[in-house]
Antibody, heavy 120, light 107 residues
Framework: QVHLVQSGAEVKKPGASVKISCRASGYTFTTHGFSWVRQAPGQGLEWLGWISADNGNRNYAEDIQGRVTLTTDTSTSTAYMELRSLRLDDTAMYYC?????????????WGQGTLVTVAS | DIVMTQSPATLSVSPGERATLSCRASQSVSSDLAWYQQKPGQAPRLLIFGISTRATGIPARFSGSGSGREFTLTISILQSEDCGVYYCQQYNNWPGTFGQGTKLEIK
């Protein structure tokens, strides 16, 4: 079965960067893409970006573009999200989710989430 | 961006009854509409995609309907474990956008 395992919780200071990993198993990595979604405490879901694990094509939400980079490593079946210039309001649970290989789609498997806390 | 609006914000339903959750898109999303369930402390779980197709392992009491801009998630014969927050999502246009969620409470 499909399994996505994310890296552990992070505590960062404003202005720092964070890189979260999402290791996939149970399927052929390059047959899907990944979306990254975050959820601030007590809030709803915010889609951040999408990347194809097949060809590396990617798209980012306009609000966060310029601070976020999505990558994949096919040799380890791992997707990564790096967020730079962290702000206090970046504090949230960050999720990776399996997506369509060629476009943003529905998210059929999710990682367990990585809590990122930004505090001075 | 396409704005997804869900109603009601909170719904309280007794076990065994039917729950109806609504989702409206600011423009047509064709059939690119999904529903997710999120329980406290857990990641969201895909329930429905393509308006009405149940994801693997989702019980038949969950059903989706609608078209264009108006969509409905129906949970028939509500069970206690169905409590949580339900989100709709459109994936017809960049970026995929979520509704703000409907919190389903069991009376």
């Amino acid at each position: 079965q499909v399994h996505l395992v994310q890296s552990g919780a992070e505590v960062k200071k404003p202005g720092a960067s964070v890189k979260i990993s999402c290791r996939a198993s149970g399927y052929t990595f390059t047959t899907h893409g990944f979306s990254w979604v975050r959820q601030a405490p007590g809030q709803g879901l915010e889609w951040l970006g999408w990347i194809s694990a097949d060809n590396g094509n990617r798209n980012y939400a306009e609000d966060i573009q310029g601070r976020v980079t999505l990558t994949t490593d096919t040799s380890t079946s791992t997707a990564y999200m790096e967020l730079r210039s962290l702000r206090l309001d970046d504090t949230a649970m960050y999720y990776c989710a399996r997506d369509h290989p060629a476009r943003v789609g529905y998210l059929d498997s999710w990682g367990q989430g990585t809590l990122v806390t930004v505090a001075s | 961006d396409i704005v997804m609006t869900q109603s009601p914000a909170t719904l309280s339903v007794s076990p065994g009854e039917r729950a109806t959750l609504s989702c409206r898109a600011s423009q047509s999303v064709s059939s690119d509409l999904a529903w997710y369930q999120q329980k406290p402390g857990q990641a969201p779980r895909l329930l429905i995609f393509g308006i009405s197709t149940r994801a693997t392992g989702i019980p038949a009491r969950f059903s989706g309907s609608g078209s264009g801009r108006e969509f409905t998630l129906t949970i028939s014969i509500l069970q206690s474990e169905d409590c949580g927050v339900y989100y709709c999502q459109q994936y017809n246009n960049w970026p995929g956008t979520f509704g703000q969620g409907t919190k389903l409470e069991i009376k």
